[in-house]
Structures are given as structure tokens and as C-alpha cells.
């Protein structure tokens, strides 16, 4: 079963320029976009807001302006609409489960590259299990011209069990055409802080040792994804500034959410968090366990 491509509506020019990223990414997929809008009506009686017709009014604008300009931009691509009712990260979640990509809109911080988060994205990233895209105005893609990809960049940790994000960059490189380049940061380990003197061939033995470790995990999908241009880094340093500076030249950044069910809830790692604070590109964050 083809699992359709769910973005988040709401009227804002960060939303349509979801709408527009999301259509495209529907079409690489060949599957059914779903443009959805929530309407919360769980507000304080104090605090005035405005009457149902208003605001489904409200919903039914936003919707309708979305999908008459996909449908515009992608007149073949199937295209459906839903008004959802509740607390919008909650709903968005619900009803992205079962998506195969849920995009959201963001505002970009001004003057600088990255995203401002605000607490609906954020809550719904952490909410759901589906992967999920951050995409800002300027990535809206330009449907005027031939579409020339640029690389999909992947955060990879050696240390973890990294497949449902490396299957989720590998096949948005190989629907795109793109190259895929790996990027994995690392630190000595904690006993050389305590040496009592540097020696750089530690160092250089530590990154040779790291290199080979990504060299094997990225093994098993380079066999299966054979047409693929594959290069992967391994740098000494944090996660997080090795993959802003690699988001410059990148169409996608793609980073793990490790999945922590607790008591005191989930939540967004700090690479991803970093990440999707400054990248240069639009980010997918893929929740795995």
C-alpha cells in the first residue's frame, strides 16, 4: 500500500509553502496528498473567540486557496482535504498516522538560515511516529524551471540502530536522482581527556576506526540502492555543526528522533533541535526506536 504524503494548512504563507513542497513530494512518490486543517475549539470561555461559521469560514478558505494552487502546480496529482477538530498537534498527529510524510510549515528566523519552531511543529514532531518535514517559505520550490536536485545530507549514528532513517534518505535520494551524502560526528573517547599528554595519532587512529564503522553500516545500502552517488564524512566535533554546514548545499537534511516513551513525555533530541534551529534546507526528522 502507497501511504499518501499529509500537510498541515493553515492559511499562513508558511503553510502554503508546506502545501506546495508536499505536493511536489507526492508527486516524486506517485501517491495521494492530504492538505488537513484543525480547528481548536478546546479555548478558555474567557478569552473571546469567534463563532463556528466564522471559523469553519476560516478552515474552508485556507483549505480551498491550498488545494486550487496545488491543483494549479499539479493538475494529475490526486488531492483531498480534511477539517480536523481538536488541539491542532494533537490532530495533526492523529491523522498522520498513517501517512508516509507529514509537512509542516515554519517560520524562518529572519536575516539567518534555519527555522523558528513554533509549539504546534514542535509538539507534533514529538507526538507522532511518522516522518515528519519542517519547510519554510524560501524552499518552496520553483515550479518554473527544470528541477535540478541538489544532495540529500543524512545525520547517521554509528552507535545506534540507524536503518528507518538511512531507508528514509536513501529512497528521497533515489526519487530524486540526487546524491546522498552521510555525515557522522564524533569525539574521543572520554578516557584520552584525562591523558597526560596529546598524542594526534590517537586522534587519527579514533577517526580511521570511525570511518570504517560508517563505511559498514552505509555497506548494505549501497548494494541496494546500486545507482545511488554515496560519499559519507566522518568528522571530530558536534552533530549538529557538521550538518548545518553540510544543509548549505543540501535539498533535504535528514536527522533521527530517537523514540523515548516515559512518563515525562517525549521529546526532541538536541542534534535535531540544533538542527532544524539553523539547517539551510528544509529537515525531516524520522522517529526510530
Known amino acids: 500500500m502507497k501511504h499518501h504524503v499529509t500537510v498541515g494548512v493553515d492559511g499562513s504563507p508558511e503553510s502554503r509553502a508546506a502545501a506546495r513542497w508536499g505536493a511536489r513530494e507526492a508527486a516524486l512518490r506517485e501517491v495521494p496528498l492530504r492538505l488537513v486543517h484543525a480547528v481548536d475549539w478546546l479555548i478558555s470561555p474567557a478569552v473571546p473567540v469567534p463563532g463556528r461559521e466564522v471559523a469553519d469560514r476560516?478552515?474552508?478558505e485556507a483549505l480551498t486557496e491550498a488545494l486550487e494552487d496545488v491543483r494549479r502546480r499539479h493538475p494529475g496529482l490526486e488531492v483531498s482535504t480534511r477539517c480536523l477538530s481538536g488541539r491542532p498537534a494533537a490532530a495533526l498527529a492523529a491523522e498522520a498516522a498513517d501517512a508516509g510524510l507529514l509537512v509542516l510549515g515554519?517560520?524562518?528566523?529572519?536575516?539567518?538560515?534555519?527555522?523558528?519552531?513554533?509549539?504546534?511543529?514542535?509538539?507534533?514532531?514529538?507526538?507522532?511516529?511518522?516522518?515528519?518535514?519542517?519547510?519554510?517559505?524560501?524552499?518552496?520550490?520553483?515550479?518554473?524551471?527544470?528541477?535540478?536536485?541538489?544532495?540529500?545530507?543524512?545525520?547517521?549514528?554509528?552507535?545506534?540502530?540507524?536503518d528507518r532513517v538511512l531507508a528514509f534518505a536513501f529512497e528521497e535520494a533515489a526519487r530524486r536522482g540526487c546524491a546522498l551524502r552521510a555525515v557522522h560526528a564524533w569525539k574521543m573517547p572520554s578516557m584520552y581527556q584525562y591523558a597526560p599528554f596529546f598524542d594526534p595519532e590517537n586522534e587519527r587512529e579514533v577517526g580511521r576506526s570511525v570511518t570504517v564503522m560508517l563505511?559498514?553500516?552505509?555497506?548494505?545500502?549501497?548494494?541496494?540502492?546500486?545507482?545511488?552517488?554515496?560519499?559519507?564524512?566522518?568528522?571530530?566535533?558536534?552533530?549538529?555543526?557538521q550538518?548545518?554546514?553540510?544543509?548549505?548545499?543540501?535539498?533535504?537534511?535528514?536527522?533521527?528522533?530517537?523514540?523515548?516513551?516515559?512518563?515525562?513525555?517525549?521529546?526532541?533530541?538536541?542534534?535535531?533541535?540544533?538542527?532544524?534551529?539553523?539547517a539551510a534546507a528544509p529537515v525531516a526528522v524520522i522517529a526510530h526506536d
Open 58 to 60: 476560516w478552515a474552508d
Open 106 to 162: 515554519s517560520r524562518g528566523v529572519k536575516g539567518l538560515a534555519g527555522f523558528l519552531i513554533g509549539s504546534v511543529s514542535l509538539s507534533t514532531l514529538v507526538a507522532t511516529e511518522t516522518p515528519v518535514a519542517l519547510v519554510r517559505m524560501s524552499d518552496t520550490p520553483d515550479e518554473s524551471a527544470p528541477t535540478r536536485y541538489r544532495e540529500i545530507v543524512v545525520g547517521v549514528d554509528i552507535h545506534e540502530a540507524a
Open 215 to 241: 563505511d559498514d553500516m552505509l555497506m548494505p545500502w549501497r548494494h541496494k540502492f546500486p545507482s545511488l552517488s554515496v560519499t559519507h564524512e566522518a568528522f571530530m566535533g558536534p552533530a549538529d555543526d
Open 243 to 278: 550538518l548545518v554546514r553540510a544543509s548549505a548545499g543540501a535539498d533535504l537534511v535528514v536527522v533521527g528522533r530517537r523514540l523515548r516513551r516515559s512518563p515525562l513525555g517525549a521529546h526532541l533530541g538536541s542534534v535535531a533541535h540544533a538542527v532544524l534551529h539553523h
